[in-house]
C-alpha cells in the first residue's frame, strides 16, 4: 500500500522529469522490499496523450525485480484524470496482478495538483486517502493514457 507521503514524493520525482512540460510523459517506479525505486521512463507522448501498453510498463518492472509497482504520467495541461486514464487503470491492474507483479498506484501529475486513479478521487494535502485499487478489466491490449 501506498501512504500519501509516497504518493506525494512520486509525484515530485516525475514532475522533474517533465522536460519542458510541453508533452505528457509516462513512467514506472519499481517498489521493492517496500522501497520506492528511482522513476523509469517508459514513454514520451504528445501534448494530450501518451501510449503505454502492458509490456512497456511491466517489463521494467519484472527487470528491476520490483515486488509491486506505480504507474505516474504529466498531464501538462493541468487536467484531471480522464475515462481513459481509469480504463488504462484497471487494465494494468488485471496485468500486474495476472503476474504477480501488483500495480499500487496510477498516479496523474496535473501541476499544480496530482491525483491517483487507484483512487478515483483527487488527493489534496489534507484528504483522507484510501488504499484500494480498482480491480476487474477487460482484455490486456495496447493501451492510450490521454
Same mark, same amino acid.
Given at each position: 500500500? $501506498?501512504?500519501? =507521503?509516497? #504518493?506525494?514524493?512520486?509525484?515530485? #520525482? /516525475?514532475?522533474?522529469?517533465?522536460?519542458?512540460? &510541453?508533452? =505528457?510523459?509516462?513512467?514506472?517506479?519499481?517498489?521493492?522490499? @517496500?522501497?520506492?525505486?528511482?522513476? !523509469?521512463?517508459?514513454? /514520451? +507522448? =504528445?501534448?494530450? *496523450?501518451?501510449?503505454?501498453?502492458?509490456? &512497456?510498463?511491466?517489463?521494467?518492472?519484472?527487470?528491476?525485480?520490483?515486488?509491486?509497482?506505480?504507474?505516474? *504520467?504529466?498531464?501538462?495541461? +493541468? #487536467?484531471?484524470?480522464?475515462?481513459?486514464? $481509469?480504463?488504462?487503470?484497471?487494465?494494468? /491492474?488485471?496485468?500486474?496482478?495476472?503476474?504477480? /507483479?501488483? $500495480? !499500487? @498506484? *496510477?498516479?496523474?501529475?496535473?501541476?499544480?495538483?496530482?491525483?491517483?486513479?487507484?483512487?478515483?478521487?483527487? !488527493? =489534496?494535502?489534507?484528504?483522507?486517502?484510501?488504499?484500494?485499487?480498482?480491480?476487474?478489466?477487460? @482484455?490486456? +491490449? *495496447?493501451?492510450?493514457?490521454?
Amino acid at each position: 500500500m $501506498l501512504t500519501f =507521503e509516497a #504518493r506525494q514524493s512520486i509525484a515530485a #520525482r /516525475v514532475r522533474r522529469l517533465a522536460c519542458d512540460g &510541453s508533452r =505528457e510523459v509516462a513512467a514506472i517506479v519499481p517498489v521493492r522490499g @517496500g522501497n520506492l525505486g528511482s522513476p !523509469l521512463v517508459i514513454s /514520451v +507522448g =504528445e501534448a494530450t *496523450h501518451v501510449d503505454v501498453d502492458p509490456t &512497456s510498463a511491466l517489463r521494467p518492472a519484472i527487470m528491476s525485480r520490483a515486488d509491486s509497482w506505480v504507474l505516474v *504520467h504529466t498531464h501538462p495541461c +493541468g #487536467r484531471p484524470p480522464s475515462n481513459a486514464d $481509469l480504463a488504462v487503470t484497471r487494465r494494468l /491492474v488485471a496485468a500486474g496482478n495476472l503476474i504477480g /507483479v501488483p $500495480l !499500487l @498506484g *496510477h498516479i496523474v501529475v496535473a501541476p499544480p495538483s496530482w491525483y491517483d486513479c487507484c483512487d478515483a478521487r483527487p !488527493l =489534496e494535502p489534507n484528504a483522507h486517502i484510501t488504499d484500494r485499487l480498482i480491480s476487474g478489466a477487460e @482484455g490486456l +491490449g *495496447h493501451l492510450k493514457v490521454t
